[in-house]
């Protein structure tokens, strides 16, 4: 596609339930990127993938989080028993190798809300 | 712990004026160095990146970078009210998994009309 393409777009759902959000990258990027925003706070990151490499899991924030990219294409981040604190908007970005030398282009994001 | 370092305002300027955005970095590795903007409730979008020290020029923007004192810059002429938004700037850092982009917490300019 033309763009990073993130959905759903917002997603409201009650503690304790599980979140699938889904990123579709850019056709050819071969870096996938997910990063989270709360509301007035800067990037956080969370994971990365880089081609074929073991991904970069070393932002995620607890074990309810996990990631996976399907066929070095679309990627899939899973909130398990979600928290109030999980609340923020979800961004992920892809990347044309060599992966960051050129920066990014994000998506639109998902907006969660945990109540 | 890699850190980018920017003021986080508010930056108020008036219309026409000139806005400097500045950013520390503390990773002496990082390579490309780049400045998105932010408009509220909108994703962050590139607007300039540099690689080598000195100045880079596009349009009313101009990048500054200085590698030994680990600093980026934005300056932004002519500011105009649609230039009100967040601007982040980010590093790249590199790890055994590869290369990812560490961002500052934005700075927000307020251009006034």
């Known amino acids: 596609g033309a763009g990073v393409s993130q959905s759903p777009s917002n997603k409201v759902t009650e503690k304790g339930k599980d979140v699938e959000l889904r990123c579709d990258p850019i056709s050819g990027h071969t870096a996938l990127y997910w990063y989270r925003q709360s509301l007035g706070q800067g990037l956080e990151f969370l994971i990365y993938f880089q081609g074929n490499s073991a991904p970069d899991k070393s932002g995620l924030p607890s074990d309810r989080f996990s990631a996976e990219r399907t066929g070095g294409s679309v990627s899939t981040l899973t909130i398990q028993r979600t928290q109030q604190e999980d609340s923020a908007v979800y961004l992920c970005?892809?990347?044309?190798?060599?992966?960051?030398?050129?920066?990014?282009?994000f998506g639109s994001g998902t907006r969660l809300t945990v109540v | 712990q890699k850190e980018v370092e920017q003021n986080s305002g508010p930056l108020s300027v008036p219309e026409g004026a000139i806005a400097s955005l500045n950013c520390t970095y503390s990773d002496r590795g990082s390579q490309s160095f780049f400045w998105y903007r932010q408009y509220s409730g909108k994703s962050p979008e590139l607007i300039m990146f540099i690689y080598s020290n000195g100045d880079k020029e596009d349009g009313r923007f101009t990048a500054q970078l200085n590698k030994a004192s680990q600093y980026v810059s934005l300056l932004i002429r002519d500011s105009q009210p649609s230039d009100s938004a967040t601007y982040l700037c980010?590093?790249?850092?590199?790890?055994?998994?590869?290369?990812?982009?560490?961002f500052g917490k934005g700075t927000t300019l307020s251009v006034s009309s």
């Open positions: 980010a590093v790249t850092h590199n790890n055994q998994a590869g290369t990812a982009l560490i």
């Open positions: 970005a892809s990347s044309p190798p060599p992966a960051g030398y050129y920066g990014y282009t």
